[in-house]
């Protein structure tokens, strides 16, 4: 007997915040390295070491420096404290996001972000260029008890929505995409990520050079799944 999978129109797309929607790669390697001098002054850290920290939460990171959980507190405070300080001065939206959000709600797209961040230092970037107006799901680090790229997450952003038929996760780093993949979504990556070639390898089911091309793409796709 033959199987015949029926594929279904995409109607959510799901973005990771830093590095995705936001460039903040800047910031969050002046932190790093600012976080590492002060903790662990006999240790000089690499521009590569500093890029591949980012992704995992602070508490997983920065257990490299100490096993004593106030420690570990002690340091994700004090990045926190640098990461205000600089902000708005390091990051900026990456191009056509506001476009390509605004275009896909126009359309009634579910829009959610799943990020690895704490509620309390996600939600100034994205009310600062008013993604709020766009996205209504939203998965904070404080929200789970699994991180990407646990499938936990996807599903925590996933249960906001009234319903949904086939989704995509959008993301720059490979924890995003594995969570897709783990929670049985499509996933995306995206050129401009630092770790362009660790996501690249992965084969997601899509791969854009600029948002523009996203919705692109998901015509594409749902324009092949309707013939």
């Not at 070639?197 to 793409?217: G, R, Y």
Request: proline share 4%; with cysteine.
């Amino acid at each position: 007997m033959l199987l015949v999978i029926k594929l279904r129109k995409i109607d959510t797309v799901l973005f990771d915040l830093d590095g995705t929607l936001v460039n903040s790669n800047e910031l969050i390697i002046k932190c790093f390295e600012e976080t590492m001098m002060k903790y662990m002054p006999n240790r000089s850290f690499t521009r590569s070491e500093l890029i591949d920290m980012i992704g995992p939460p602070l508490k997983e990171t920065f257990s490299i420096a100490s096993e004593d959980a106030s420690i570990i507190q002690e340091m994700i405070d004090y990045y926190r404290y640098l990461y205000v300080r600089y902000e708005f001065d390091y990051i900026h939206l990456y191009p056509n996001t506001i476009e390509m959000l605004q275009e896909l709600k126009n359309r009634g797209y579910n829009l959610g972000i799943v990020t690895t961040k704490f509620k309390v230092s996600a939600m100034p970037s994205i009310t600062h260029y008013g993604l709020d107006q766009w996205i209504t799901s939203y998965c904070f680090l404080d929200d789970i008890k699994e991180h990407k790229p646990h499938p936990e997450p996807i599903f925590f952003a996933l249960k906001q929505f009234s319903s949904y038929r086939e989704v995509v996760m959008v993301g720059d780093n490979t924890s995003d995409l594995l969570a897709g993949r783990n929670a049985s979504t499509l996933t995306c990556g995206v050129e401009w990520s630092i770790k362009r070639k660790l996501i690249k390898a992965l084969n997601p089911d899509f791969w854009i050079h600029d948002f523009m091309e996203l919705i692109q793409v998901i015509d594409k796709y749902n324009e092949e799944v309707s013939s």
